[in-house]
């Protein structure tokens, strides 16, 4: 399903990644693991088209994005790829509901449709209460869940997570991580995720282990 083919990329004279070949196929839960440093989350933002490669391939069921001019290439990203991030990265000033309805909106979506779905995600995602609520109300783990209902609110093809149990407490990390196995057998969701915690990636179908910018498994 998506595919990097010889990826490279350098920030000055630092080559962060060296050539990374690398598959995720449907339906996969891919941890990508490695020391700081690594190249880790330069590869999941290329992944994402949130960064260029300097050379390479990244092919996404078979279309090429950057292949597209800019602004096609950023509605092939809200509409393919959900993002879930560390700290997780909602706008203080919406609500739950707001914030997880943002995607679809920029999307173009009708807004009563979104709003039906996002009620739906964050009913699931068990935050039927918390739905008025904004962040600076919520706990970390509320935070993360509402987080990822945002990255599922265009049905992406896969989901990228950088870190996204690096702020929780051992309780909220193990919900987050049972949720995404969830989400796979309910959605047959695609997960990539850049961790540290052992834990989660043993849980994973597949490890990745990079260190100075390759693959090395």
Same mark, same amino acid.
């Given at each position: 399903?998506?595919?990097?083919?010889?990826?490279?990329?350098?920030?000055?004279?630092?080559?962060?990644?060296?050539?990374?070949?690398?598959?995720?196929?449907?339906?996969?839960?891919?941890?990508?693991?490695?020391?700081?440093?690594?190249?880790?989350?330069?590869?999941?933002?290329?992944?994402?088209?949130?960064?260029?490669?300097?050379?390479?391939?990244?092919?996404?069921?078979?279309?090429?994005?950057?292949?597209?001019?800019?602004?096609?290439?950023?509605?092939?990203?809200?509409?393919?790829?959900?993002?879930?991030?560390?700290?997780?990265?909602?706008?203080?000033?919406?609500?739950?509901?707001?914030?997880?309805?943002?995607?679809?909106?920029? +999307?173009?979506?009708?807004?009563?449709?979104?709003?039906? =779905?996002? @009620? #739906?995600? $964050?009913?699931? !995602?068990?935050?039927?209460? *918390?739905?008025?609520?904004?962040?600076?109300?919520?706990?970390?783990?509320?935070?993360?869940?509402?987080?990822?209902?945002?990255?599922?609110?265009?049905?992406?093809?896969?989901?990228? +997570?950088?870190?996204?149990?690096?702020?929780?407490?051992? =309780?909220? @990390? #193990?919900? $987050?991580?049972? !949720?995404?196995?969830?989400? *796979?057998?309910?959605?047959?969701?695609?997960?990539?995720?850049?961790?540290?915690?052992?834990?989660?990636?043993?849980?994973?179908?597949?490890?990745?282990?990079?260190?100075?910018?390759?693959?090395?498994?």
């Amino acid at each position: 399903m998506l595919e990097t083919k010889g990826i490279t990329k350098n920030f000055a004279s630092l080559q962060v990644l060296k050539g990374i070949d690398l598959s995720i196929n449907e339906k996969e839960i891919v941890a990508i693991v490695g020391p700081s440093g690594a190249g880790k989350t330069t590869l999941l933002q290329i992944m994402g088209t949130l960064d260029r490669p300097d050379s390479g391939t990244l092919l996404f069921k078979g279309i090429e994005p950057f292949g597209l001019p800019e602004r096609e290439c950023a509605a092939f990203r809200n509409r393919h790829i959900g993002f879930v991030f560390q700290f997780h990265q909602l706008l203080p000033e919406f609500t739950a509901l707001e914030n997880v309805m943002i995607p679809a909106l920029i +999307a173009r979506r009708k807004y009563e449709e979104v709003e039906r =779905k996002a @009620k #739906e995600l $964050l009913d699931f !995602l068990r935050l039927t209460e *918390r739905v008025k609520h904004k962040p600076s109300e919520l706990s970390g783990g509320e935070k993360q869940r509402v987080a990822v209902a945002r990255a599922l609110i265009n049905n992406p093809s896969v989901i990228l +997570a950088d870190e996204p149990s690096g702020s929780l407490d051992t =309780k909220n @990390k #193990e919900e $987050l991580h049972a !949720l995404f196995f969830d989400l *796979r057998k309910e959605m047959g969701q695609t997960f990539v995720i850049v961790t540290h915690d052992e834990q989660l990636a043993t849980l994973a179908d597949r490890i990745i282990h990079m260190k100075d910018g390759m693959i090395t498994n």
